[in-house]
């Protein structure tokens, strides 16, 4: 499985992206999908996560209430609204398909990653 991850750009404080991801073929309509992104210097981070139907979803506290991750199953899309975006969101981001229907926070638990988007937030 291939994921193509797109999206990402520069952007003001307070400005919006979306990122979408899309798998090469369907093997991740029954997994769970997450983004995870990376800065330089700091350890992958897991961002939001989804599951394999789209009715369970997670994210880490720093995103909370200004990001939204959905998927579109019949198209092998996930997706990442990004809004209220700050210059500490700047960093490349990373979509993952998880070997089980969930979306943990554990980067161990994902065996299919996307090459990554930049994104970047000016302040």
């Known amino acids: 499985v291939q994921l193509q991850a797109s999206g990402g750009g520069l952007v003001q404080t307070g400005g919006s992206l979306r990122l979408s991801c899309t798998a090469s073929?369907?093997?991740?309509?029954?997994?769970?999908m997450a983004w995870f992104r990376q800065s330089p210097g700091k350890e992958r981070e897991f961002v939001a996560g989804?599951?394999?139907?789209?009715?369970?979803?997670s994210y880490s506290d720093s995103v909370k209430g200004r990001f939204t991750v959905s998927r579109d199953s019949s198209k092998d899309t996930l997706f990442l609204q990004m809004n209220s975006l700050k210059p500490e969101d700047t960093a490349v981001y990373y979509c993952?398909?998880?070997?089980?229907?969930?979306?943990?926070?554990?980067?161990?638990?994902?065996?299919?990653w996307g090459q990554g988007t930049q994104v970047t937030v000016s302040s």
């Open positions: 073929r369907r093997t991740s309509s029954n997994n769970g």
């Open positions: 993952a398909v998880s070997r089980s229907p969930y979306a943990s926070s554990d980067r161990s638990t994902y065996n299919y």
């Open positions: 989804i599951s394999w139907r789209g009715a369970s979803t």
